[in-house]
């Protein structure tokens, strides 16, 4: 609308959008306005003295005159009510009043639409009153500056208020986390500050219960004390009264002697020979009883010694028993030995038999020279592998390098037989990718096509959407050369994980789901370590980091939690113990994982292999296995099992879907062969540790 009213020649920059019926009225109205109706002058050469308050709508309706008070203008304007109001002003207040009925109030800038009609009327008074043109259009101009500089500041201003907004919404977030984190925090601290309450209650209660016994001990020891006070002074006398006896004891005595003194030496005579007999018989008698009891013990002594006797005897043959044992070990021991003698000389002669057949151990340092990169790169290429991992190694670079100098392949034809995404009919050109380039490509394949199932709900054949894939990227000409050139990489490069399982799943030999299953297992243990990082520092220590692998796992055996852990600190110091364990995820630039990863993706196809070996003994020799029997066989394993995953897992076997019930009976074999190709894994703990056997299937 603004544009729409723009004035001719006026400073509005929406006036280059003018329609022409727009303009042709804007100009056609500044022409009458100017012929019809000129601002009247006086004779003096002043402007007309017309009052704003006279009859009919005032243009401008909140100006205040800021001249003569209220009580002057009063009586003046019952006078100036007679007089007409000017042609011009009536005509500028009509186009006013339609200009503003005909707009649209309800949008968003209607203020601005509002004041499109007002800038023109000003436009036209600029116009028509060439004297003051100039200072009217300095002042309007400077308005229409300070408005565009306002307008410029509000949007600048919105985004940072869209942006307090925001901060004011996460802090009030975060507000209410904190309140919430710490409620719980002051329950506890009110819960313990109500048990401290009730200990000092009970303490208080101990402490009066103690000053009590204290009063009562005291009274206690006073008694005692005064008692001992008595005895004290009674002890005294009775010293006092002995003291007293013995005296008179030993006055009597004395008188005594004196009266013996003056007995009988016949009598005393007699009763000494006499005494002598006695003493004769008495040493007699106890010389017969010695002679008679020598060799007699007291029952006492006898008792004891016989329990000591008992104790003996059994600890005796407690000790006999146990050598007995002892015994028979030793001679299962030197039997053992024997045995273990012979196996070793057989060994001996074995290695002997063949280190004289065998060819000599190659000496792989030799591959260096030939190999690109040098020395170097051969040593991260032959680290920790063995001898046949080292031949499939040097293969793989040869198949490379002899891809490289490959400038065509023959195509395979448009049979049946032939996958889709190589039928072709002629040669095809090698595009000739690095292994970098490669690996690119495939893990853009997978984003692709995982966000494309996301978004439409449907699992899609790979092989289908990689060939939609590259003729998307790359046209329908030159797709079949991006498909042969990626196709012979990866069935050169099978060490490399993401080039060997996507080559895997292209072919059928292994299930997608496989592949998914493996990268949800490395995402949940990622969470799990983030979890226990509570000061997102990304380093764990051990004890935490084999806490958060068994919390992830939980049906991992001890010995496989120990593999991860130590496969995670093989680029450690023995004295360090913290574990970086966002860097055990990183890839190089081929897509080569760390030995960590590739220790879990082991794992995972020996857990299967594992779980499926117990399947198969407990099969036991059939030969044939019908859906019921299969079924049987997994909730025995594996008790914890629900019926959505028995019914994936038999749905595998059978490659049959969910909807179609009767299942033909198939090879033991052949079943267990495709499980293994599928994602299968244990649901539960085991009831038992099963037959860990080697599975032929692999």
Not at 100 to 112: A, P, Y
Not at 618 to 629: I, P, Q, Y
Request: proline fraction near 4%; glycine fraction near 4%; hydrophobic fraction near 30%.
């Amino acid at each position: 609308m603004a544009a729409r009213r723009a004035p001719p020649g006026g400073s509005a920059p929406e006036s280059s959008s003018e329609t022409p019926d727009c303009q042709t009225r804007i100009n056609s109205l500044k022409y009458i306005l100017s012929k019809k109706q000129k601002t009247r002058l006086s004779a003096r050469g002043h402007w007309s003295t017309w009052p704003a308050f006279a009859s009919g709508q005032t243009v401008l309706r909140n100006h205040k005159p800021c001249c003569a008070p209220e009580e002057r203008q009063s009586g003046n304007k019952q006078t100036l009510l007679t007089i007409p109001k000017p042609r011009y002003l009536e005509q500028l207040e009509s186009y006013l009043r339609k200009e503003l009925q005909s707009l649209d109030l309800t949008k968003k800038n209607s203020q601005e639409l509002k004041l499109q009609p007002y800038r023109e009327i000003f436009e036209f008074f600029i116009d028509n009153f060439k004297t003051y043109k100039p200072l009217l259009s300095a002042i309007k101009n400077e308005y229409e500056v300070t408005l565009a500089h306002q307008k410029k500041t509000i949007r600048a201003l919105e985004p940072l208020k869209a942006m307090v907004t925001t901060v004011s919404e996460e802090c009030t977030r975060q507000i209410l986390a904190l309140q919430e984190k710490e409620k719980d925090e002051i329950n506890t601290l009110k819960q313990e500050k109500q048990h401290l309450l009730k200990f000092i209650d009970n303490m208080k209660e101990e402490k009066n219960s103690l000053q009590t016994q204290v009063e009562r001990l005291q009274t206690s020891v006073a008694e005692e004390y005064a008692r001992y006070l008595n005895e004290y002074g009674a002890r005294k006398v009775l010293l006092a009264k002995l003291n007293d006896m013995h005296n008179e004891r030993l006055e009597m005595t004395r008188h005594q002697v004196q009266d013996v003194k003056g007995e009988d030496v016949v009598k005393l005579t007699l009763a000494l020979k006499i005494a002598r007999q006695d003493l004769t018989k008495a040493q007699v008698k106890l010389n017969t009883t010695i002679a008679d009891y020598g060799d007699v013990v007291p029952r006492r002594d006898f008792e004891s010694l016989e329990k000591k006797y008992s104790d003996l005897l059994q600890e005796m043959k407690t000790l006999q028993k146990d050598f007995d044992q002892l015994h028979k070990e030793y001679e299962t021991l030197l039997e053992i030995h024997r045995e273990t003698a012979e196996e070793r000389d057989n060994f001996c002669a074995e290695l002997q038999r063949v280190q004289h057949n065998c060819t000599p151990r190659p000496n792989w340092a030799k591959c260096s020279e030939v190999i690109p990169g040098g020395a170097d790169r051969w040593g991260r290429l032959a680290e920790g592998k063995t001898s046949d991992q080292l031949v499939g190694v040097l293969l793989e670079e040869i198949g490379t390098g002899a891809l490289r100098e490959i400038n065509v392949f023959p195509g395979w034809g448009k049979g049946d037989q032939v996958p889709v995404y190589l039928r072709h009919e002629g040669e095809v050109k090698n595009k000739k990718l690095t292994k970098k380039d490669v690996v690119n490509i495939l893990k853009d394949v997978w984003r692709e096509k995982i966000a494309l199932e996301q978004q439409t709900g449907k699992r899609s054949s790979l092989p289908e959407f990689f060939l939609s894939y590259l003729q998307k990227k790359y046209g329908d000409a030159a797709a079949m050369e991006w498909s042969y050139t990626l196709y012979e990489n990866m069935r050169l490069c099978r060490s490399n994980h993401v080039l060997s399982s996507f080559y895997d799943i292209l072919t059928g030999k292994v299930g997608e789901e496989q592949y998914h299953g493996q990268n949800q297992l490395i995402s949940n243990l990622q969470k799990e370590l983030a979890a226990r990082d509570s000061s997102n520092s990304g380093s764990l220590t051990s004890k935490q980091f084999s806490t958060a692998v068994r919390e992830a796992f939980p049906l991992k055996r001890k010995e496989s939690i120990q593999e991860l852990v130590d496969a995670s600190r093989c680029k450690l110091d023995g004295t360090e113990d913290l574990i970086d364990y966002i860097s055990l995820f990183k890839e190089d630039e081929e897509g080569n994982a760390e030995p960590f990863v590739a220790k879990l993706r082991t794992q995972y196809v020996r857990e299967k292999q594992e779980y499926l070996s117990q399947l198969k003994n407990k099969l036991g020799d059939l030969t044939e296995v019908n859906a019921d029997d299969l079924k049987t066989a997994f909730c025995t394993i594996d008790p914890d099992i629900d019926d959505q995953t028995l019914d994936t897992y038999i749905g595998l076997a059978y490659q049959v879907r969910r909807e179609q019930p009767d299942q033909e009976v198939v090879p033991v074999e052949t079943a267990l062969e495709r499980l293994l190709a599928g994602d299968v894994r244990r649901v539960g703990p085991s009831p038992r540790e099963g037959s860990t056997a080697g599975f032929e299937g692999e």
